[in-house]
């Protein structure tokens, strides 16, 4: 109490560098600094699987046996070229031998994506804990496919030499019980 969370969704680069001068007290997101290491100081929170989901009627919905040659026929929601997941996506379909077809649309947008496949037969990949929410919400629904689409670790990112306020130490405290 006594202190009021503000959440902004950006761009990865841009929420470093608004941490970087000072404008953000942390990032949460994917660790993927690189060279600006050693300005920040970093703290793993979890890994998270990916999922790929579709809605409840798509026709892969209730298929026990999904290959990658059945995934590459779909259409698909993906994040833009630049995005580790989508390397990572088209990754493995080069090393199956396979080419996804170009992409319905390109969003890193989860509501986004979720309204998009509540209306069409398309598939897209998310975080496991995103994809059992809308599961348990009968919204969309997790295939039978389990992709080795790893990605870096989910934390939280500080400025390297500055002590966390009183707030924000409460606010990691609250993080890392969860």
């Excluded at 790893?150 to 009183?166: F, I, Y």
Aim: charged content about 20%; glycine content about 4%; proline content about 8%.
């Amino acid at each position: 109490r006594g202190a009021t969370v503000m959440l902004a969704e950006s761009a990865h680069a841009t929420l470093l560098a608004s941490l970087a001068r000072a404008e953000l007290d942390c990032v949460l997101g994917r660790l993927m600094l690189g060279a600006a290491q050693a300005v920040f100081r970093t703290e793993v929170l979890y890994d998270e699987p990916i999922c790929v989901v579709a809605r409840p009627g798509h026709p892969l919905a209730q298929s026990s046996r999904i290959t990658a040659a059945a995934l590459a026929r779909q259409d698909w929601i993906l994040p833009p070229p630049e995005a580790p997941l989508r390397q990572r996506i088209d990754a493995y379909f080069a090393q199956e031998g396979l080419a996804l077809p170009p992409p319905i649309a390109e969003s890193v947008s989860l509501l986004a994506n979720e309204v998009l496949l509540r209306g069409a037969d398309m598939l897209a990949a998310m975080p496991r804990a995103v994809a059992h929410h809308y599961a348990e919400l009968g919204v969309l629904v997790i295939l039978k496919f389990k992709p080795d689409w790893s990605l870096p670790a989910v934390g939280v990112v500080q400025r390297a030499h500055v002590e966390p306020t009183p707030a924000l130490a409460r606010f990691l405290d609250a993080l890392r019980s969860e």
